[in-house]
């Protein structure tokens, strides 16, 4: 079966832990922390694995925490090449407010890659045969260049793979002009790469419409957090709306919607349906704490919920 390989440039350990309230200047009591593999392409990788899939994910790794990293991937039986690089594998710290309801997510700054790390990278995705699909989600850190996207791309097109890119930023702007297959901005990433600073609800499917039109990117899914998400192409303009769910944590939720998508179409279903699945994926991992990801039980239960919906056509 042709395989999904996910990229990611800046993994991270995602601490995840909860305090009765936030107070500033005091010391606070936080629960016994939850540690997980994270960053987009992990994330997405786990996801699949999840849903009954299975990805093969290239990241880098170094130091202490980086070991810990492998060891908690493995433990996941998730297919992974390893880069070695010099400087330590990062953390996030993701705090929930039990008094509230909030979190409060704390992203630590991308750990440099070197060019020789980059290139081992690249050359474990050269290495890598029957490949359908290459996703490279997440942040770039110091040292990668924004043309990394047009170095993948060479490669998807050589293996007649699709590209598909959830960045943000320049990045995502470089990104956008290297023949990809799908891209998933939220609302805030739409406008940038249409150059607005804010988009009325009516002006979204026409922004995303002329980005796929002046650009090389065929599928654009916008992710609209509880709206659910807008398919575009240049056929299509859909949105699929999610039943509402009683949250828990809406880290990696975008990750697992696009881990839906992809496992719904690596397995034949039409780019409606998958959609459709990933929102039922991305929906399904907000009832879950931390970085837990979607559950296959709760990512069905809503799948067929929305499904019995009619999709909203915009116009």
Do not use: W
Request: glycine letters at 8%; charged letters at 25%; hydrophobic letters at 40%.
């Amino acid at each position: 079966m042709p395989q999904i390989v996910t990229i990611t440039f800046s993994p991270c350990i995602d601490k995840s832990t909860s305090v009765f309230q936030m107070v500033p200047e005091k010391k606070l009591k936080c629960a016994y922390p939850k540690l997980e593999p994270g960053g987009g392409g992990i994330n997405i990788a786990r996801a699949i694995k999840k849903l009954g899939g299975e990805a093969i994910t290239i990241y880098p790794a170094g130091g202490y925490t980086g070991k810990y990293f492998n060891d908690l991937l493995e433990k996941e039986n998730v297919p992974s090449i390893i880069i070695e690089s010099q400087n330590e594998t990062r953390e996030n710290i993701i705090v929930r407010d039990e008094s509230s309801g909030r979190q409060y997510r704390f992203g630590m700054p991308g750990n440099s890659l070197s060019e020789t790390e980059i290139q081992g990278i690249l050359l474990a995705l050269e290495r890598i045969n029957d490949v359908a699909y290459v996703v490279v989600s997440g942040s770039l850190p110091p040292g990668v260049p924004p043309d990394i996207f047009a170095r993948i791309a060479i490669i998807a097109k050589k293996k007649k793979a699709k590209l598909i890119v959830d960045t943000s930023g320049q990045a995502l702007k470089h990104a956008i002009r290297e023949g990809l297959f799908l891209v998933k901005p939220n609302l805030g990433e739409l406008s940038f790469i249409a150059g607005k600073n804010y988009l009325e609800q009516n002006d979204i499917a026409n922004a995303a419409k002329q980005i796929i039109e002046k650009n090389k990117c065929e599928v654009i899914v916008v992710s609209m957090g509880k709206e659910g998400a807008l398919l575009v192409t240049k056929d299509l303009e859909l949105k699929f709306t999610p039943p509402v769910v009683k949250q828990k944590s809406t880290v990696g939720a975008g990750d697992s919607m696009v881990a839906g998508i992809i496992y719904s179409l690596s397995n034949g279903e039409e780019l409606e349906t998958a959609v459709q699945y990933g929102v039922a994926c991305g929906t399904a991992a907000t009832l879950n704490e931390g970085t837990e990801l979607c559950r296959l039980e709760d990512a069905e239960r809503l799948f067929n919920i929305i499904k019995e919906k009619m999709p909203e056509k915009i116009y």
